[in-house]
């Protein structure tokens, strides 16, 4: 038998008990027992599987399935992206950007800057890749000006976050509007009505005030620069061309997907060669690994750099980020399990009918199911999958389905919690432990959702009463 033969035999209920104890386990053996997170990750995975009943000769292919499909893709992100940031940073890159931004925008200002320019990247990018990306100047800044990393962190990780879920063409609204019909260009403009006072609230001031409240360093996770290299450090133009040729490069592939998808490119464009070649381009691990190359001539052997020092900075990247690969990993495994379990199914058939307004109902299953399982992607798709043929039958406008998609999205980014990976990375890179990151960011993620969720609703209403 294989895992996809198996029935999950367990109702709602238990599996929501046993989701809710694997839970509570894995906050104790990590928080009170201090046990590292990438074991107790594991223990707890394996230990679920068995309380929800998948056949034992099942428990470990379906485990590290999980595990493995969370690497393919994290992996390699967090990998090139260590290596390119510790490059910038190590050039003198990021302290050029910092001088630069600072200058621009004033020292008060910093977060502030640091947050626009990643609601910038974060069109194309998705959440991680942006993230990584974006780590070296967020800490150049952060030495130079002083106080809390999370101060300059949150804003950053924010806007990437509300960029990953409110706006096209990432995969989450996209799939959602093909679910409700809703036109992909009118999601976009609502999605930026949505996205940016809900990043300046959530994740700029609460950034800000979560900096005050918890004093935290500047990890050592990408290095400091070289003193040699600081003095003569790589143009601001030319850094800034390399941090924006993985988002040139990601915006070809989602462009021409989303002209493809909206018959905007003649028929058949789409199976030739030159199409294909150019979205395999703009894939996110080629994206990183072309800028990585070239920022290897740009910022290194352009500049006189030996050969040797390269190999050396590059090296030296990828060591402190290994925890975080492997933490990320584990974390994925959970999620994994909780969904292979049949917790998603049961969920839907539990919330299929709860005599609410639709557009609540959207709300409440993907934030549901986020919780339950941790994958927003997964939340979103089932959600709007699950209320779409009410969605088709209750005759909305064309602005009442753009909300009812932002609305979905806005449920999938709830609780962030132990069961994402996405937790993981986060409370990583900024050295942050579980406790500090289920204050800081499980919060801002649920502001994300919930403030999103009311613009949405008042869209919805608007339009409505608009007819």
């Known amino acids: 038998m294989t895992i996809e033969e198996w029935t999950p035999t367990l109702g709602a209920g238990p599996l929501l008990g046993i989701a809710a104890a694997a839970i509570a386990l894995l906050l104790f053996l990590i928080m009170y027992l201090r046990m590292h997170a990438f074991p107790a990750l594991v223990l707890v995975s394996v230990l679920t599987a068995f309380a929800a009943g998948i056949p034992a000769n099942l428990v470990v292919s379906t485990a590290t399935e999980g595990f493995g499909s969370t690497l393919a893709t994290v992996a390699l992100l967090v990998g090139l992206g260590a290596m390119l940031g510790r490059l910038v940073e190590m050039s003198g890159g990021a302290k050029v950007l910092a001088d630069t931004l600072i200058g621009w925008f004033g020292e008060k200002r910093a977060p502030f800057a640091l947050g626009v320019a990643s609601l910038l990247f974060g069109f194309p990018i998705f959440f991680d890749a942006g993230l990584v990306v974006m780590l070296p100047v967020v800490f150049a800044v952060a030495r130079r000006l002083g106080g809390s990393v999370l101060s300059y962190g949150l804003p950053v990780a924010g806007a990437f976050s509300v960029m990953h879920i409110y706006l096209p063409p990432h995969p989450g609204p996209v799939s959602a509007a093909t679910f409700f019909e809703a036109n992909v260009g009118l999601v976009m403009l609502l999605g930026l009505l949505v996205a940016l006072p809900t990043w300046y609230v959530t994740s700029y001031l609460f950034g800000r005030w979560a900096g005050r409240r918890w004093q935290l360093p500047v990890p050592s996770l990408l290095g400091r620069a070289d003193e040699e290299q600081e003095k ?184 962030s919690h132990v069961n994402d990976s996405g937790f993981w990375l986060v409370g990583r890179f900024f050295g942050m432990d579980v406790k500090t990151t289920l204050k800081t960011w499980t919060v801002l993620e649920t502001l994300i959702g919930v403030m999103g969720f009311v613009i949405a609703w008042v869209i919805f209403a608007l339009a409505g009463a608009m007819g």
Do not use: H
């Open 232 to 415: 003569n450090p790589p143009r601001f133009v030319t850094v800034v061309l390399v941090l924006l040729l993985p988002m040139l490069l990601i915006f070809l592939n989602t462009g021409l997907d989303t002209l493809n998808r909206g018959g905007m490119l003649p028929e058949g464009t789409g199976d030739s060669t030159w199409f294909q070649v150019l979205r395999v381009l703009g894939e996110t691990p080629v994206a990183l690994l072309i800028t990585l190359l070239v920022a290897t001539i740009v910022l290194g052997r352009a500049r006189g750099t030996d050969k040797s020092v390269l190999e050396k900075t590059l090296e030296g990247a990828l060591g402190p980020v290994c925890s975080v690969i492997l933490v990320t990993g584990a974390g994925g495994m959970f999620g994994s399990v909780l969904r292979t379990s049949g917790i998603g199914d049961a969920l839907e058939d539990s919330l299929s009918d709860l005599g609410v307004p639709l557009i609540l109902a959207g709300f409440l299953i993907a934030a549901v199911l986020r919780i339950a399982q941790g994958s927003a992607t997964v939340a979103l798709t089932t959600a709007a999958g699950l209320v779409s043929a009410g969605v088709a039958a209750a005759d909305y406008n064309a602005v009442q389905l753009a909300a009812m998609v932002l609305a979905v999205g806005a449920g999938s980014v709830v609780a």
